[in-house]
Structures are given as structure tokens and as C-alpha cells.
């Protein structure tokens, strides 16, 4: 990877991660100015974690490849660890955000579809 470009792999999860950020951004209860904070917190965990991606080759480039390798990592964990909350119906997504566990945020097939998909496009390595 040079210092200036992004693998095809790492950019069709980014695209993936675009993707879900627009289906949180559409689930009803995203509610400019104030959506929901559960709906919040996913967004800006999504969002960083896309950006974080972009930043690889700008952490190639002055931290060296193996800096490089364990961001990718970290996002790869990060997300997985966003579908899982987002399969959650138990409520512990709400539990972490100070809601209420027994009535948890219902996130919908299509932002369900979309974190599936991101985790299906998570590259192994750079």
C-alpha cells in the first residue's frame, strides 16, 4: 500500500460503512436535531470507524505497516462488535447507554442488512 492509496478491499468497507451510516441516518427515529442517542452513538461509532480507515495510508506512512495492520484490526473488531449490538434485541445497547434494557431500540432489517454486509466486506489484511 502506498502511502497515498487505499486497497480495494479496505475501500469497498468504507464504501459498506458509507452505506450503513446512511440507513442509520434514515431509521425513523433519527430525528434532526436531537435523534435518538442510541442512534447517535452507532452513527459516530460507524463514522469514525470509516474514518479510521481512511487514515490508513496517512498511518502507513508515519508509523510503518505494522500501525497500519492493527488499525485495520481494531476496525475490523469494531465492526463486528456494531453488528452485534445492532442484532442485540436483549437490550444491552440500551443498558450501555443509559436506556432502558427492556424496551430496546428495534434498528430495522435495513441498518441490520447494512452492518452485515460491512462485516461480510472486512478485509483479512492490507
Not at 459516530?44 to 485495520?72: I, Y
Not at 437490550?91 to 447507554?97: E, I, S, T
Amino acid at each position: 500500500m502506498s502511502a497515498s492509496s487505499i486497497p480495494e478491499a479496505v475501500q469497498t468497507t468504507i464504501t459498506k460503512l458509507g452505506e450503513l451510516v446512511e440507513a442509520l441516518e434514515s431509521h425513523p427515529l433519527w430525528t434532526p436535531p436531537q435523534p435518538n442517542k442510541v442512534l447517535y452513538f452507532m452513527w459516530d461509532f460507524v463514522n469514525r470507524s470509516r474514518q479510521m480507515l481512511r487514515d490508513l495510508p496517512t498511518v502507513r506512512q508515519e508509523k510503518g505497516q505494522a500501525a497500519a495492520a492493527e488499525q485495520l484490526t481494531d476496525v475490523v473488531g469494531r465492526c463486528s462488535f456494531s453488528k452485534m449490538l445492532m442484532d442485540d434485541a436483549e437490550g444491552k445497547m440500551g443498558m450501555m447507554m443509559g436506556g432502558d434494557p427492556r424496551n430496546p431500540l428495534d434498528f430495522g432489517d435495513p441498518v441490520r442488512v447494512k452492518a452485515k454486509e460491512v462485516v461480510d466486506s472486512c478485509p483479512a489484511d492490507l
